[in-house]
T-cell receptor
């Protein structure tokens, strides 16, 4: 079936460093790629998304890049802060089932 | 959480008992979804609704049923709970549905089946 792979599963960085999380997808027709941040005990919150007609999108310290040829997309967080510590999920739209598939998540820890 | 509430927030039940989880939204969005979240699996779609009384199966629908009698409420029922249904359940909504529409999630319900 359609699949979204997310790496790494855990990531630890020092405050101020950059963090990169990568996802690959299998459905070549996927055209919408959101990223969610989930804090402990809460539901996932959308932080940024990208559609297939663009290759990069930025929002302050967060950016997402998309390579449709290679079928992968990445989340980049610069100047990380302790409050960035959370679990991050990527997702990709799936044509055949008209829904989305989520990656397994990355637990990001930012050490002060 | 985008005007989405879930109840109960926590529940402990025994194997074989029926369980109903409720999702309520105040956004008047057409689409509503139920996901389960398990370690190593991310979020997996159980069922979704595209309107009152209109529902369809997701990736992991076995053992679950849903109902939507009003735009604002979407119920998830475990007819006979099993230990494998221990999970965190999230409701989500989107304005017009489809695979390219942003979904907004509720706070979740933590279910333990003993």
């Amino acid at each position: 079936g359609e699949n979204v792979e997310q790496h790494p599963s855990t990531l630890s960085v020092q405050e101020g460093d950059s963090a990169v999380i990568k996802c690959t997808y299998s459905d070549s027709a996927s055209n919408y790629f959101p990223w969610y941040k989930q804090e402990l005990g809460k539901g996932p919150q959308l932080i940024i998304d990208i559609r297939s007609n663009v290759g990069e999108k930025k929002d302050q310290r967060i950016a997402v890049t998309l390579n449709k040829t290679a079928k992968h997309f990445s989340l980049h967080i610069t100047e990380t802060q302790p409050e960035d510590s959370a679990v991050y999920f990527c997702a990709a739209s799936i044509l055949i089932s008209n829904d989305m598939r989520f990656g397994a998540g990355t637990r990001l820890t930012v050490k002060p | 959480d985008a005007g989405i509430t879930q109840s109960p927030r926590h529940k402990v039940t025994e194997t074989g008992t029926p369980v109903t989880l409720r999702c309520h939204q105040t956004e008047n969005h057409r689409y509503m979804y139920w996901y389960r979240q398990d370690p190593g699996h991310g979020l997996r779609l159980i069922h979704y609704s595209y309107g009152v009384k209109d529902t369809d199966k997701g990736e992991v629908s076995d053992g679950y049923s849903v109902s939507r009698s009003k735009t604002e409420d979407f119920l998830l029922t475990l007819e006979s709970a099993t230990s494998s249904q221990t999970s965190v359940y999230f409701c989500a909504i989107s304005e017009s549905g489809g695979r390219t529409e942003t979904q907004y999630f509720g706070p979740g319900t933590r279910l333990l089946v003993l």
